[in-house]
């Protein structure tokens, strides 16, 4: 256990779905990330918070939306995803922006 | 571009101690060794990292060589969970201009056998 949590850990959606992706921290830190990982591919990152601030998007397309509500919750909104968005997204966290990053177990995501 | 070299592959019998070689020859003064694992569709847990010095925790040890253009990982009693792909990362801290993306390169399988 690394003290950040994904839910679902799971899921199957369609082209025309939208969903959430959530991750929780229990480590009191300050910035979150979402990566994404596809099949026999480095990761990606897709968005950084500090402070509850986005920091970055790394040319992220829109129908990917990250929502961070506080520093201990990070939302990743899909809509209208594509079958090549299927991968595992993986959300990190580090005590402040920049710092050694803990993981959690990740969403396996399949779009059909 | 990850700037280290690691072998695709090691094996290591349960039990024994498996040392994971990287090599970071353009490393500069200001860039720490960390080390990551992956467990098969899980996400990466972090290990250790060091800057120069020798470091060890409940985890495994790394050896940093004096030059610091390469180190090893020691896992120092492996066991069936051990397996997994270990990637050595080299990072320049936020404070001098790094970034906050970590790149992972290939890493090293390990297979740990009984």
């Known amino acids: 256990e690394t003290g950040v949590t994904q839910t679902p850990r799971h899921l199957v959606m369609g082209m025309t779905n939208k969903k959430s992706l959530k991750c929780e921290q229990h480590?009191?830190?300050?910035?979150m990330y979402w990566y994404k990982q596809s099949a026999k591919k480095p990761l990606e990152l897709m968005f950084v918070?500090?402070?509850?601030?986005?920091?970055e998007n790394n040319s992220v397309p829109s129908r990917f939306s990250p929502e961070c509500p506080n520093s201990s919750h990070l939302f990743l909104h899909l809509h209208t995803l594509q079958p090549e968005d299927s991968a595992l997204y993986l959300c990190?966290?580090?005590?402040?922006?920049?710092?050694?990053?803990?993981f959690g177990p990740g969403t396996r995501l399949l779009v059909l | 571009d990850a700037k280290t070299t690691q072998p695709p592959s090691m094996d290591c019998a349960e039990g024994r101690a498996a040392n994971l070689p990287c090599n970071h020859s353009?490393?500069?003064?200001?860039?720490?060794v960390y080390w990551y694992r992956q467990i098969h569709s899980q996400g990466p847990q972090y290990i250790i990292h060091?800057?120069?010095n020798n470091e060890t925790n409940e985890m495994a040890s790394l050896i940093i060589t004096e030059d610091r253009k390469s180190s090893t990982l020691i896992l120092p009693h492996a066991t069936l969970r051990d397996t997994a792909v270990y990637y050595c990362?080299?990072?320049?801290?936020?404070?001098?201009?790094?970034?906050?993306?970590?790149?992972f390169g290939k890493g090293t399988k390990l297979t740990v056998n009984p």
């Open positions: 353009t490393i500069s003064g200001n860039e720490y």
């Open positions: 990362i080299v990072r320049l801290v936020i404070t001098q201009g790094g970034s906050e993306k970590l790149v």
């Open positions: 990190a966290s580090s005590q402040d922006w920049g710092e050694t990053q803990y």
């Open positions: 060091g800057l120069k």
């Open positions: 480590l009191g830190h300050n910035a």
């Open positions: 918070y500090n402070f509850k601030e986005q920091t």
